[in-house]
């Protein structure tokens, strides 16, 4: 389901808007019921307003009620044509985490996030790639 889930990723970076960059990256997530909800980065003329895969894909699944359902991630990135061609793999930018950590908290799981590179993916918790996060948690 894993290696699935990757590859979900690497598809759904076909669909990136990233003309500035030309950095294109998917995200994939796997829900409870099976299914999988993706999304691609989605770039800006005002660069700072850009939007990352995970960012795009994870709201896309809360529009759709389906916040709470999210159980892994995974992330692929590169140049266009090249996505998950490297050696090393990408992880999720700090926002991403951030955004990932309150699905984390919401679910009570210490979400998987599968980030693909040539030879397959590596695999961090939520919590290694945040530790000691802020969430919602720590309103209370
Ligand atoms: N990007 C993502 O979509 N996700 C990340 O976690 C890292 C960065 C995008 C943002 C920008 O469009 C491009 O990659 C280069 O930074």
Redesign the pocket.
Known sequence: MSAELVKAAIVAAANAY?PY?N?H?GAALLLDDGSIVTGA?F?NASYGM?L???TVAIAKANSDGQLKQIVAIA?A?GPEGQVAKASDS?T??GR?RQIIKEVADLTETDIPVHCAHANGFETYTLSQLLPHGFGPASLK
């Open positions: 990233a960059s950095f990256v980065n770039e850009t990352c895969a995970e992330v990135g990408i999720p930018c991403c």
